[in-house]
């Protein structure tokens, strides 16, 4: 279905734009498609836009970022960024107490706590399967996707002009990953951004003030001084 929702979102080359209800439909479903993909299918077509983005035109970016956002929009995949620490002392000290057990309790009681632990350390061995895709997740986020909007947020060809929407991306994918890596990268967003407040024409200027507002809401409450700090540099 992805092959032909796409066209109507990022017409090709040459072609006018669908209208506007068709787009609409055509975001939607692509939104729904991405909701229900495999990761590893996920990760392909976000390398795909990725690329149409590089190669876009001032013109056709806006339907690029389109695709880009929808597919920001639902993203439903867990992320781990970090080995975690299984906790193998409480599942042993659990079975301690089963091993105690068996010396002054009854065989019902201690069945049941054997059932117990069983079925922890079953629920610990499928946490850990779940958390491979979660780790492969964060390392393609931390190690593709991160890197490659930072080198989309200026054009290639022109270094004056800051990919606004890009930047927005860029948020969107740090909100993410865990904190310290939010507050590691996003003084780098910001800081893009506001070097586009010096510019002389008023629509760069403009652009530039109301992504760094829209930045500061996706950010919550928690985190606006990073975008004051920046702009009083």
Known sequence: MVPLLRPLIVPPAGEDAADASAVEGATRA??????????????????????????AGEGGEKHIVRLLTVMLDNFTFNVVT????????????EALGVAALMAESDGGEVAARAEVVAEA?????????????????????????????????????????????????LIRVLRLLPAAMLDEHVPRVVLVIAAALRSREQRVRDRAGKTLQTGATELGPRRPHFAVGEMLE
């Open 30 to 55: 692509f939104g729904a498609c991405m909701r229900v993909v495999g990761f590893a299918e996920y990760a392909r077509l976000f390398r795909t836009v990725l690329r149409a983005l590089r190669r």
């Open 82 to 93: 970090a080995e975690p620490v299984p906790d193998r002392a409480v599942m042993a000290i």
């Open 121 to 169: 350390l079953d629920g610990e061995e499928e946490a850990e399967e779940f958390s491979e895709e979660a780790k492969v997740v964060g390392r393609f986020l931390t190690k593709t996707v991160v890197p490659a909007l930072f080198g989309l947020l200026r054009d290639e060809k022109d270094q004056n002009r800051t990919r606004f929407p890009v930047a927005l991306c």
